[in-house]
């Protein structure tokens, strides 16, 4: 085939030759990336500095070798700027490090010389630096494509070359712990090589150094940047812990401690970094007396009893002994002295009533303004009386300014609390005045349970502080103490944020309570496996209120069929903040998607989701203008890509 007259030329326009600059800023990156991967240049901000690196710098410029600092002193800003995006991390990490000395130094001579004060080095030169943040953005989104820290906050400026260097030194530690769980393991942790894999990502290099695939170096290099580390057991080291000595540790896991050696390298680790934890978390360890004696003694200061923590989680960890009675004193005394501590968590920790009382006491007399307790998955049923009975000051102590009438989430999840425990719960809660999210689910309070927290609310109605949250899922309620409370929350002052009352059997007798409840300005509803089925539904659909205020709402697993799409299209039709819809496993039929997308013609909503996984006749081939539908992006509804893609939701046990 004979190409057009005009083809060759138009290639070659296409095909236009870099320019100079280019070819300069492409050939000073690969020279500072093969320097980076075989010079091992120290590039973090904490001085911490291999032995001899100064002479090597020295040789290097008196043979004309081309150093990171000189490129950061002769470039003008404009072109640093163009030359990051052309480097590998470790090489910018060299140049950031070099820039930032430069600015300084520009700082300091302006200050000497009067253009600036102190407080304000911060000035233009520095935030030409600090513009290499989205080169660093660039590079963790590239490596990292699903995780992009959105987990903070808005207005927080994110930094995206800790942030970068932290997740890179975690995967190297992780990758350790693979290693050195191995049977076969023989030798020291901090001399394992890095794989391949990480290296080739932090380099772009076949040429690395053995000596800087170690996972000393990149510790001790990488270990100022690090806020948060998750820690298996083995990695609990003396090694370890020197490596990461000049870090600044906020936040630790540790995963399954069980042997001294392991406490011991814990311990050690707490200590170190005393000053600086705010966080800590255990997972699947055993923490006996003796061993939280140790640990609670690491975390104080020297020559005090005060600590700086302000979350503590233990999860799925065993924190008694044989004997429920025994308790470690030095957790005792941590609490005592919690005045940062925020949020206190002992989920599944094998707690027995006896423990969680004495727990609640010594919180009860510290003074810190704790805001969320979690004492989940623990058998204490009868806990609250037998706290009631034996502290005769109870009443006096919960009304003066103590931790728990701080308290804003009360989590009490799987505790096997019985109807008995609500009266003494609702007695207790009614005199904490923050108290905004309360999780009652996975109890068997059956319906004589729920009523106290009814008549709470019943006594709460003039009040302008009241729960926002509520989940009581699994409780075994049935539809008449479920419409009972519903009634009661339709009527307060100020309803219920979100309320979740899945997994109950409660029928189609309990739409009718429902539907005037989604009338009271609540914005979250789990209303998952409760039975409503095809009649429901029409209830639901046929009286909902002309504006419902829902944002989410879960409907799955309730039967509904094509009564379900029909409640589906009014819903979308007369709630116009709503975002998502979970209505899988619903039985629906292929002309459900007919009917659900003619109400999304209809209205220009803000609904972001709609999942219709778990319903076998549905799929996006028998119906594709389902997928024509999208926001930011992304289809709107999420259907079953062929039918029978998904199993059956059966019910039966």
Known sequence: MEMPAGGTNSAAAA???PSLLSLCLQAVAAHLAADAAGAGRSGGRGGEHFDGLAEEQEEEE??????????????????????????????????????????????????????????????????????????????????????DCTGQANFVTVDWQQQYWEKHLQECLDEAAEAALLPSFRGSIDELIISAKIMSSVYLSADISQQYSRLSYHCTRLGYYVRRLRLQNVLCTVEICSMLQHSRLETLVFIRII????????????????KTLVSLEFIHCQLYPVVMDKIC???????????????????????????PSTISAGLLNFLSHAKSLQLLSLNDAKMQPSFAKIIIHTLLKSSCGLQTLDISENDIAGWLSTVDRSC???????????SLSSLTVLKLRGNNLQKGDMEDLCNIIAKMSNLRSLDISDNPITDEGIRFLIHFFERALQKENLLWRLRAENCDLSSIGVTKLLECLTSVNRPLDMLSIADNYLGSSVAAALVKFLGSHVRELNVEDIGLGPLGFQILEEALPREVHLSHINISKNRGGIRTAHFIS?????????????????LL???????????????????????LMGNVHLSSAIFPAASEFKKHGEPILVVPSQPGACATYDADP
């Open 570 to 586: 009014r819903l979308i039709l007369q709630a116009p903040n709503l975002v998502s819809v979970n209505a899988g496993s619903n």
């Open 62 to 147: 008196e043979s004309g070798h081309l150093t990171p600092e000189q490129v950061a002193e002769a470039l003008p800003w404009e072109l640093l700027h163009q030359l990051a995006p052309r480097l590998s991390p470790f090489a910018l990490e060299s140049l950031h490090d070099a820039a930032h000395a430069r600015c300084c130094s520009s700082a300091s001579t302006t200050v000497r010389f009067g253009g600036l004060d102190g407080g304000n080095r911060r000035g233009i030169k520095r935030s030409r630096c600090e513009d290499f943040n989205t080169t660093w953005q660039a590079l963790f989104k590239c490596r990292w494509p699903l995780d």
């Open 259 to 274: 042997s001294e050696a392991e406490v011991n390298g814990v311990c050690l680790l707490l200590s170190c970094h005393a």
């Open 15 to 17: 095909a236009k030759p």
């Open 297 to 323: 003694s690491s975390l104080c200061q020297q020559g005090s009893q005060n600590h700086e923590i302000q979350r503590l989680s233990i999860k799925s960890s065993r924190v008694c002994e044989s004997n």
């Open 589 to 611: 039929p292929p002309e459900s998607l007919e009917v659900i997308c003619n109400a999304l013609k209809q209205t220009t909503c803000n609904l972001v989701r709609l999942d």
């Open 392 to 402: 005769t000051s109870f009443s006096s102590e919960l009304e003066s300014n103590t």
